[in-house]
């Protein structure tokens, strides 16, 4: 007999075959959350978030957006989704991040000014590893 | 004292003090993801052009979000980010992409088409409470 943890959204059956019926079902992970939080990054556009899980974790990012305008980058108030890099006809965009085991490299700006300025973000990491 | 729900995967021990947190299914201790709101929406973009839509929220932060969307309705691909005043395919897609980013009234989705024919997306959405703020 299995065992679990089940919670149905209102008005729907326990004993649904129906995934979407849940809330919770403890025979499907859930993402659990490592830590999170907002940043700013360097004038160079880089950021390095520690975990210290020593593994890969699942992770977003999301950051500004670093375009070129008028001979003069400008920085969005929206929020972007990472990862992204986007050949524009003079200027590549690019926010992306990379993962170790232990943190988290953010870089984001463009290739017509190194020093992009300080952009923010936020980020959340999840216990749950990448296998 | 301390009370809570813990589950752990298949073959790993729920009551061990030295369960990885990585094993476990569920642990009333940590934080999980919360969705906001779910949907879906279909739009056809003719050839070289692009479309631009949102969800509005009331979370009054920038909310964390996960979009996937197909063209096919067989393979779907996740949406990142792109240019907001460019033409905002991904790098190293020549097909439909759509472009997801956020603030704190809306989501917003920039679905571009640089082929040469009309594509029908579809876009699925999920919004979480956890965000920025």
């Given at each position: 007999?299995?065992k679990g943890i089940?919670?149905?959204?209102?008005?729907?059956d326990?004993?649904?075959?129906?995934?979407?019926?849940?809330?919770m079902?403890s025979?499907?992970p859930?993402?659990?959350v490592?830590?999170?939080g907002?940043?700013?990054t360097?004038?160079t556009?880089?950021k390095?978030?520690?975990?210290?899980?020593?593994y890969?974790?699942?992770?977003?990012?999301f950051?500004?957006?670093?375009?070129?305008?008028?001979?003069?980058?400008?920085?969005?108030?929206?929020f972007?989704?990472c990862?992204?890099?986007q050949?524009?006809?003079t200027v590549?965009?690019?926010?992306t991040v990379?993962?170790?085991?232990?943190?988290?490299?953010?870089?984001v700006?463009?290739?017509?000014?190194?020093?992009s300025?300080?952009?923010?973000?936020?980020y959340y990491?999840?216990?749950?590893e990448v296998? | 004292?301390?009370?809570?729900?813990?589950v752990?995967?298949?073959?790993?021990?729920?009551?061990?003090?030295?369960l990885?947190d990585k094993n476990?299914i569920?642990d009333?201790?940590?934080?999980?993801?919360?969705?906001?709101?779910s949907?879906y929406?279909?739009q056809?973009v003719?050839s070289?052009?692009?479309y631009?839509?949102?969800?509005?929220?009331?979370l009054?932060?920038?909310?964390?979000?996960?979009v996937y969307?197909?063209?096919d309705e067989?393979?779907?691909?996740v949406?990142?980010?792109?240019?907001?005043?460019a033409?905002?395919y991904?790098y190293?897609?020549?097909?439909g992409n759509?472009?997801?980013y956020?603030?704190d009234?809306k989501?917003?989705?920039?679905?571009?088409?640089?082929?040469?024919?009309?594509?029908?997306?579809?876009v699925?959405y999920?919004?979480?409470y956890?965000?920025?703020?």
């Amino acid at each position: 007999m299995a065992k679990g943890i089940k919670i149905t959204k209102s008005g729907k059956d326990i004993s649904s075959s129906t995934l979407d019926d849940f809330y919770m079902d403890s025979a499907y992970p859930l993402l659990k959350v490592h830590s999170y939080g907002t940043f700013e990054t360097g004038v160079t556009g880089l950021k390095t978030i520690t975990h210290s899980l020593g593994y890969i974790p699942y992770v977003l990012v999301f950051v500004q957006f670093v375009g070129w305008v008028d001979a003069a980058s400008y920085i969005t108030d929206e929020f972007y989704q990472c990862d992204w890099l986007q050949e524009g006809a003079t200027v590549t965009y690019f926010g992306t991040v990379k993962v170790y085991d232990d943190d988290i490299d953010i870089a984001v700006g463009n290739t017509n000014e190194a020093r992009s300025g300080a952009v923010d973000g936020f980020y959340y990491i999840f216990k749950d590893e990448v296998t | 004292m301390s009370y809570g729900i813990v589950v752990s995967k298949a073959g790993y021990d729920a009551t061990s003090g030295a369960l990885d947190d990585k094993n476990k299914i569920f642990d009333s201790s940590l934080d999980h993801l919360k969705t906001y709101s779910s949907g879906y929406f279909e739009q056809t973009v003719t050839s070289g052009n692009s479309y631009s839509g949102y969800v509005a929220h009331s979370l009054s932060c920038s909310p964390l979000c996960m979009v996937y969307f197909t063209t096919d309705e067989t393979n779907y691909r996740v949406a990142l980010s792109g240019s907001p005043d460019a033409f905002p395919y991904r790098y190293s897609v020549g097909y439909g992409n759509v472009s997801v980013y956020v603030d704190d009234a809306k989501v917003y989705f920039r679905l571009t088409n640089p082929t040469g024919s009309s594509i029908d997306f579809l876009v699925k959405y999920e919004i979480f409470y956890e965000g920025d703020a």
